[in-house]
């Protein structure tokens, strides 16, 4: 069963702006609060990124690149853990893949689908 959903990719022009979401299944994640969550990518080619995270205890973490123009959030009543996106430019172009791990565990992680962003004029 799929335990994480992404959603909300799509194409934009360069400057633009996109709003990802990942919805955990109620039946996995019935205590979505304890996990740490995260937002990775893959581009053609090359090997999957860290884009950023967020803890159970809300603390954030960003890569370089998208410092400045995404922001991770979550919203526990909801089980849904977000990625908002601006300033969008070609080279964000990738499949973003939501990742949830309990925090404090030495357990698997989970990981969505995967959707894809598309960023092209």
């Known amino acids: 069963q799929v335990q994480l959903v992404e959603s909300g990719g799509g194409l934009v022009q360069p400057g633009g702006s996109l709003r990802l979401s990942c919805a955990a299944s109620?039946?996995?994640?019935?205590?979505?609060?304890?996990?740490?969550m995260g937002w990775y990518r893959q581009a053609p080619g090359q090997q999957r990124e860290l884009v950023a995270t967020?803890?159970?205890?809300?603390?954030?973490n960003y890569a370089d690149s998208v410092k400045g123009r995404f922001t991770i959030s979550r919203d526990d009543a909801k089980r849904t853990a977000y990625l908002q996106m601006n300033n969008l430019r070609p080279e964000d172009t990738a499949v973003y893949y939501c990742?949830?791990?309990?925090?404090?565990?030495?357990?698997?992680?989970?990981w969505g689908q995967g959707t894809q962003v598309t960023v092209s004029s």
């Open positions: 990742n949830a791990h309990p925090t404090g565990r030495d357990v698997p992680d989970y």
């Open positions: 109620r039946i996995i994640f019935s205590i979505f609060s304890r996990y740490d």
């Open positions: 967020i803890t159970s205890g809300r603390s954030t």
